[in-house]
């Protein structure tokens, strides 16, 4: 998983397509589970994200929506609270 990423669509996107010629953290999960990650902090990185991932999912469902949708008012969410992810990953733990 690339440590960089600063959007919520970009964690959507390395999660469902790839990003930077790597595979689909989709695929990697439905393959391998978390065994792919090969340390303790690759795990916690993974499942920071992987609220993210659920977060939308959930949401698009709850509410009837795209993806796209959920991941653009989640976005604005993380940017009107100038969260990093690893922070907006926080708060979803927390809310939910």
């Keep these: 998983m690339v440590r960089s990423l600063k959007t919520v669509y970009q964690v959507w996107q390395e999660w469902s397509v790839g990003i930077h010629g790597g595979p689909a953290v989709r695929n990697l999960e439905e393959i391998h589970g978390s065994l ?3 340390t303790s902090a690759d ?3 993974f499942f920071r ?5 659920d ?3 959930a949401t698009a469902q709850a509410q009837c929506i795209s993806h796209e949708q959920a991941i653009c008012a989640l976005e604005t969410h993380r940017a009107k609270n100038k969260l990093t992810l690893n922070a907006l990953s926080g708060s979803l733990k927390r809310s939910t």
């Design 49 to 53: 994200r992987r609220k993210i991932i």
């Design 55 to 57: 977060h939308i999912i």
């Design 43 to 45: 795990k916690r990185f």
């Design 36 to 38: 792919w990650c090969n």
